[in-house]
C-alpha cells in the first residue's frame, strides 16, 4: 500500500491567516475616525489638516497598489506578504510615537505604503489556492478584514483612546504583525516559480503619481471649499489625464504595468463598474457615524465605537451568508437587491438622525445598511474575479483593491468637504475653530447647538445616498449566465512540511 501523501494546507486555514493580516491593515484606514476629535485637541489642528491622517494612508495606498502585481511576479507572493506586514508593523509603532500632525501624516505613508500592498497580495494567494466552486466562501472570509474591520475596530480604538492614549491604537498593531509573520512562514506554501517581468516603469510613473494627483486635489479642495480652485482643479486635470495615458499604453505594451485584459470579460467590467460606485458613497461615509455620535451627541470614543456594532454585526453575518450562497446562486441575481438594501438604509438613517434620534431607529437603519454592504461587496468581487485564470489573479486583485482603495479615498475627502461646508453654514463656530473649537464646549453648548450640527450630517449622508443608489446601474447589467466554476482548478500546493521554508 502507497503511504499516504501529506495533505496541502486547506484554502480555508489560508483565508483566515489572511484575514487577521488584512484586518490589521484595513483597521487603520477608519480606526482613526473615532480619534479625529481627540487627534484635533491632541495635536491643535483642524478637520482640514486631521483628515490628512486619513487621506496620507489611502495617498500611499493608491501610489503602492498598482506595483502590487509586478512585485508578487518579481518576489514571489509569500516573501513579499511577509514583507510588507512587517513594514507595516514597523510604521504603526513610529505612527504611535509621533509628537506633531506633521509627523504623524508621514508615519502614515509609511504604513500606507506596506499595507497597499497586503490586500492585493493576500487576495491572489487565496484565488490561486481556492477550489473555484469554494471561491464565494473564501472572498466572504476575506472579506471580514474589508467591512468587519473598519466597522468593529472603532469599538477597541475608541476604547484604547478612552482608557490608554490614542497611540495605543497603533501600537496594538506590533503584536498582531508578529503573529502573522510566525502563521505564514508556518502554514503558507512556499512561492512557486516567479515570473520576474521588467518593471514597466513609463506606466508606473503614470498611473502611480496620477492617482494620488487625483486623491490629491480632491482633498485640496476640501481644505478651502472650493474645487473650482486652481490648487485642487489642476491636480485633479493632471491625475485624471495621467491614469487616461496610462490606459492608452497599457493596452498597447507588451508588459503593462497592470494587465487591462480582464476588462474584456463583461462579468469583471459591470462588477468593477458597480464597485465603484458602491465604495463612493459607502465607504467615504464611514467617517461621519462616529464623528456624529461624538460632536453632536456627546459621545466618547469607545461609546462612538459601540453605537456602530448593529452595523458591524450585520455586515458579518450577512457576508458570511452571502458568501455561502454566491456558491450556488449567481450574485448577479441577489447583488441589485442587496445594493437596494443598504440604499433603503441610508435613506432612513438620513431621515432620522437629529440631536435627538431614537438609538433603536438609527440601529435599525444601520443594521440595513451593514447588511446590504456585507452582502454586496464581497460577492462583486466574486463574480469579477471567478472567470480569471491564474495569471490574471495579480492583476485582477491589484485592480479590484486599487477601486476599494482609490474610491474610498476620495469619498471619504468629498465626505469630509460636504460636512465642513455643511457645518461652517449653519454654525460659525465651526467655521471659525473647526473640530477643535467644538471639542472643547461645554456639555450645555454643545447641545444648544446639537440641532444645527445635526442638520449638517443629515445633509452630507446625501452623498451616501445618491452613489449607493447610481451602483443599482451597472448591477442590473451583471451577467447572470456567468458559470459558477469556470476558473481554471488550481495549481496544486505544495505540503504542509514544504510549506514551513521560506
Known amino acids: ?204 510613473l503614470l498611473l502611480s503619481p496620477g492617482l494620488a494627483a487625483l486623491i490629491y486635489g480632491v482633498t485640496s479642495g476640501g481644505e478651502h471649499g472650493d474645487f473650482a480652485r486652481p490648487g485642487a482643479l489642476v491636480p485633479m486635470a493632471v491625475g485624471l489625464a495621467l491614469v487616461v495615458a496610462f490606459v492608452a499604453r497599457a493596452l498597447t505594451a507588451r508588459h503593462p504595468l497592470l494587465d487591462l485584459r480582464p476588462f474584456r470579460d463583461r462579468a469583471f467590467a459591470t462588477a468593477t463598474g458597480t464597485m465603484t460606485l458602491f465604495a463612493l458613497g459607502y465607504f467615504g461615509t464611514m467617517l461621519l457615524l462616529p464623528l456624529y455620535f461624538q460632536v453632536v451627541r456627546g459621545a466618547s470614543a469607545t461609546q462612538a465605537g459601540l453605537m456602530g456594532m448593529p452595523m458591524a454585526l450585520a455586515s458579518g453575518t450577512f457576508m458570511q451568508l452571502a458568501g455561502r450562497l454566491a456558491d450556488k446562486v449567481n450574485p448577479a441575481r441577489t447583488v441589485p437587491l442587496t445594493i437596494a438594501t443598504a440604499a433603503t438604509g441610508f435613506i432612513l438613517l438620513a431621515y432620522q438622525i437629529g440631536a435627538g434620534a431614537s438609538y433603536w431607529g438609527l440601529g435599525a437603519a444601520l443594521v440595513l445598511i451593514g447588511a446590504g454592504g456585507g452582502s454586496t461587496m464581497m460577492p462583486l468581487m466574486t463574480v469579477a474575479t471567478r472567470r480569471m485564470s491564474k495569471d490574471q489573479a495579480p492583476s485582477a486583485s491589484t485592480t479590484l483593491n486599487m477601486i476599494n482603495t482609490t474610491m474610498g479615498a476620495v469619498g471619504t475627502a468629498v465626505a469630509s468637504v460636504l460636512l465642513s461646508l455643511a457645518m461652517a453654514a449653519r454654525v460659525p463656530l465651526a467655521d471659525e475653530g473647526g473640530l477643535q473649537a467644538l471639542h472643547g464646549l461645554a456639555p450645555a453648548a454643545r447641545a444648544a447647538i446639537a440641532p444645527e450640527l445635526a442638520d449638517a450630517f443629515q445633509h452630507t449622508y446625501v452623498y451616501a445616498i445618491a452613489f449607493v443608489t447610481l451602483a443599482l446601474i451597472p448591477a442590473l447589467l451583471l451577467r447572470r449566465d456567468t458559470p459558477r466554476t469556470s476558473s481554471p482548478a488550481p495549481e496544486p500546493v505544495q505540503d504542509v512540511a514544504a510549506a514551513g521554508a521560506p
Open 1 to 204: 500500500m502507497s503511504e499516504r501523501p501529506v495533505v496541502a494546507p486547506r484554502s480555508m486555514t489560508i483565508a483566515l491567516v489572511l484575514v487577521l493580516g488584512s484586518v490589521m491593515a484595513a483597521l487603520d484606514m477608519t480606526v482613526v475616525n473615532v480619534a479625529i476629535a481627540r487627534l484635533s485637541a491632541d495635536l491643535d489642528a483642524p478637520l482640514a489638516s486631521i483628515q490628512w491622517v486619513s487621506t496620507g494612508y489611502s495617498l500611499a495606498l493608491g501610489a503602492v497598489i498598482p506595483l502590487s502585481a509586478w512585485a508578487i511576479g518579481r518576489f514571489g507572493a509569500k516573501r513579499l506578504y511577509m514583507t510588507a506586514i512587517g513594514l507595516f508593523a514597523t510604521g504603526s509603532m513610529l505612527a504611535g510615537a509621533s509628537w506633531n500632525i506633521e509627523s504623524l501624516v508621514t508615519f502614515r505613508v509609511v504604513q500606507g505604503l506596506a499595507g497597499g500592498l497586503v490586500m492585493p497580495v493576500g487576495m491572489a494567494i487565496l484565488i490561486r489556492a481556492a477550489e473555484p466552486e469554494r471561491l464565494g466562501r473564501l472572498m466572504s472570509t476575506l472579506g471580514l478584514a474589508i467591512l468587519v474591520g473598519p466597522l468593529a475596530g472603532p469599538v477597541l480604538g475608541g476604547w484604547l483612546i478612552d482608557q490608554l492614549s490614542w497611540r495605543w491604537m497603533f501600537y496594538i498593531n506590533l503584536p498582531i504583525g508578529i503573529v502573522v509573520i510566525a502563521l505564514v512562514a508556518r502554514i503558507f506554501p512556499a512561492d512557486g516559480p516567479r515570473d520576474p517581468r521588467p518593471l514597466d516603469v513609463p506606466g508606473a
